[in-house]
């Protein structure tokens, strides 16, 4: 069993920059695909960026690709999204999720990011 804590989220200005950091307990965590989601409101939940379990091979959605950037360090348990160059189109709630499958066994809380115009 995995728990995840997300924390970092918070307000801030068109063209800035947050991290979000994702603390993970539990067995195994070397093991899973980490991801970070989003859920904007009145929309569907959304993958913004993923890491393989030795953090070999990083994946982003295309909104998000060259202004966020994922790492992992599995000796902590932790996984982090510095987001740069932040858009109003950004604002929405941030999960932690890992899988070791195809489907995400573990969630987050949830923690807000809002990008003021």
């Known amino acids: 069993q995995v728990q995840l804590v997300e924390s970092g989220g918070g307000l801030v200005q068109a063209g800035g920059s947050l991290k979000l950091s994702c603390a993970a307990s539990g067995r195994a965590f070397s093991r899973y695909f980490m991801a970070w989601l989003r859920q904007a409101p009145g929309k569907e939940r959304e993958f913004v960026a993923g890491?393989?379990?030795?953090?070999?091979?990083?994946y982003y959605a295309n909104s998000v690709k060259g202004r966020f950037t994922i790492s992992r360090d599995n000796a902590l348990k932790m996984v982090d999204l510095q987001m740069d160059s932040l858009k109003p189109e950004d604002t929405a709630v941030y999960y932690c999720?890992?899988?070791?499958?195809?489907?995400?066994?573990?969630w987050g809380q949830g923690t807000q990011v809002t990008v003021s115009s």
């Open positions: 999720a890992a899988r070791l499958g195809h489907d995400y066994d573990h």
């Open positions: 890491v393989s379990p030795s953090a070999e091979s990083l």
